[in-house]
């Protein structure tokens, strides 16, 4: 099994960015995929969750409005749009799978880091 995120990087306050999360070994499409962070010095935060059909989205009180979730069922990966980027955004951001029935079947992508300065 793994999740790969890519796309983190370095971007200006108010710039935009695309994270994506590969995944395998897994049943993709049986899976509800979500995204945290965690930021220096602070406990992990949810950002956003979308269910295994993607027919429902969730998000975090400080992206709403800001970040949208996707995925792609044949291409086995899911996305975090991040649009009006604030330096508050800075953190390891993680993909995370959880079985749509089994909710104890998880599993966590080794994360990877944004960084909003200028």
């Known amino acids: 099994v793994q999740l790969v995120e890519s796309g983190g990087g370095l971007v200006q306050p108010g710039g935009s960015l695309r994270l994506s999360c590969a995944a395998s070994?897994?049943?993709?499409?049986?899976?509800?995929m979500s995204w945290y962070r965690r930021a220096p010095g602070k406990e992990r935060e949810f950002v956003a969750e979308?269910?295994?059909?993607?027919?429902?989205?969730n998000y975090g009180d400080s992206v709403k409005g800001r970040f949208t979730i996707s995925r792609d069922n044949a291409k086995n990966t899911v996305y975090l749009q991040m649009s009006s980027l604030k330096p508050m955004d800075t953190a390891v951001y993680y993909c995370?799978?959880?079985?749509?029935?089994?909710?104890?079947?998880?599993?966590w992508g080794q994360g990877t880091q944004l960084t909003v300065s200028s």
């Open positions: 070994g897994f049943t993709f499409n049986k899976y509800d």
């Open positions: 979308i269910t295994s059909t993607g027919g429902y989205r």
């Open positions: 995370r799978a959880r079985h749509s029935a089994w909710l104890g079947d998880v599993y």
